[in-house]
């Protein structure tokens, strides 16, 4: 597997934990652009009044999603949460197989989920490449809560249970 490949999982990895961990709309998360991101690694936690071991994830949406257009981050999120999902590690992993480290990613205005051709991924792309191949070969594998969304009835097909980002954080 090349870094073009690693890095195209690093951008799934890191909207699947982002979309759910941050709760965000598929249109504010495919518009981040890495200069919208401030990442601090848990070694770093004390630096910013976190404890010691805790790192943090800030993302700064489009001034047209929010209310208040001031540089403060709008959502704040664990590097690495409690139960064990890592946005922060995700997030590394596309600075390194990007060639960026903090001070070029700070200044780069390019979305973080993009297409080789620098334009963002969108909703649709997420959801048909990682999505929901993921959750089928989940249920084949016998996930529990997924058993139901068979397709044999109206409504319950994974694509028409997880149809946007919205749908995916229920």
Partial sequence: VGPVHKLEIARAGWTNTNLFIAWLRGAEHFTL?????E????????????????????????PLTKASRTRTAD????YI???GFGPGIWYDRIL???GMDDETAATSELPICRYSNGTPWNSRYFRTTYLWPSLHEQRLQGEPSLQAFDGSTP????????????????
Avoid: Q, W
């Fill in 33 to 37: 652009r890495h200069c919208d991101v």
């Fill in 39 to 62: 990442r601090t690694s848990p070694i770093n936690g004390p630096l910013k009044g976190l404890p010691e071991g805790t790192g943090c994830i800030e993302e700064r949406l489009n």
């Fill in 75 to 78: 959502v704040v999120i664990a």
């Fill in 81 to 83: 949460t409690s139960s």
């Fill in 96 to 98: 390194h197989f990007s």
């Fill in 155 to 170: 409504g319950m097909s994974i694509p028409e249970k997880f149809y946007s980002s919205n749908s995916y954080r229920r």
